[in-house]
């Protein structure tokens, strides 16, 4: 059995249900927020640890700092694109 999404035909899980992309795409946005966040406090740590010796750190800590922006926007606003072209995520078939 198919449903139709958006214009195509997905396929249905054994349930009876349709299988809806925007399910996982959640999923890895959040795991996509929380690797970001780690990774620019990661950074900013270890450019501070450097710049204790130096200014030779800086650019890592921006690197950290736009991945720490990053990951937390990606967090507080999932689907936010998605959302402000309009493009609906109720998954009505």
Do not use: K, N
């Not at 130096?54 to 922006?69: D, F, H, I, M």
Request: some cysteine; glycine content about 12%; proline content about 8%.
């Amino acid at each position: 059995m198919r449903q139709q999404f958006a214009g195509r035909h997905l396929p249905c899980a054994p349930s009876g249900r349709p299988i809806r992309p925007t399910i996982s795409l959640d999923r890895v946005v959040v795991l996509f927020g929380i690797y970001a966040a780690l990774d620019g406090a990661w950074a900013i740590a270890s450019a501070l640890w450097v710049t204790r010796r130096s200014l030779a750190g800086w650019p890592v800590l921006l690197e950290g700092a736009v991945s720490l922006a990053g990951g937390v926007l990606a967090l507080a606003w999932p689907l936010g694109p998605s959302q402000l072209f309009g493009r609906s995520r109720s998954g009505a078939c």
